[in-house]
């Protein structure tokens, strides 16, 4: 099963989200970090390319508290396992600042939340098809 990291402060949104994937009937094991301190906590404990807790796909919250989204991207993109792991911003804001700081500290995608359900749902069904089923994994022992 294809774990995702989602990194998301608001209880509204990370209920939003498992819903989205409960109804598109995707069965991936989610992760749930509230803020950007426990998901810097968690990439530190899951450290290994052979972790089977390690994701397949992150999607990162700008607007986190103890520690920011962008922060997060960035100690990220330093670490010599998580460097290479598919970020996606996945967040309320659509200021091109914001979208200019993502892609300049490395994301991989940026997708501002809609506030309809449906649509949301559709989001999240092609990431999930796109980021854990069509894409390469960057772990290729994880797929074995």
């Known amino acids: 099963m294809t774990t995702i990291l989602l ?6 949104d990370v209920d939003l989200t498992l819903q989205a994937f409960d109804a598109e009937g995707l069965a991936n094991a989610i992760v749930v970090c509230p803020d950007g301190e426990d998901a810097l906590t968690y990439m530190v404990q899951h450290a290994e390319e052979s972790d089977p807790s390690l994701p397949r796909l992150v999607l990162l919250d ?8 962008l922060e997060v991207l960035t100690a990220m993109r330093a670490h010599p396992t998580w460097r290479k792991m598919p970020i996606v911003v996945l967040t309320t804001s659509s200021e091109p600042r914001d979208i200019d700081r993502a892609y300049a ?39 074995a």
């Open 62 to 69: 700008l607007c986190l508290p103890n520690v920011d989204g």
């Open 105 to 143: 500290s490395g994301a991989n995608s940026y997708i501002v939340k809609p506030v309809d359900f449906d649509a949301f749902a559709d989001i999240v069904s092609a990431l999930n098809l796109y980021w854990c089923q069509v894409n390469q994994s960057p772990f290729p022992a994880e797929d």
């Open 7 to 12: 990194v998301e402060d608001n209880p509204m």
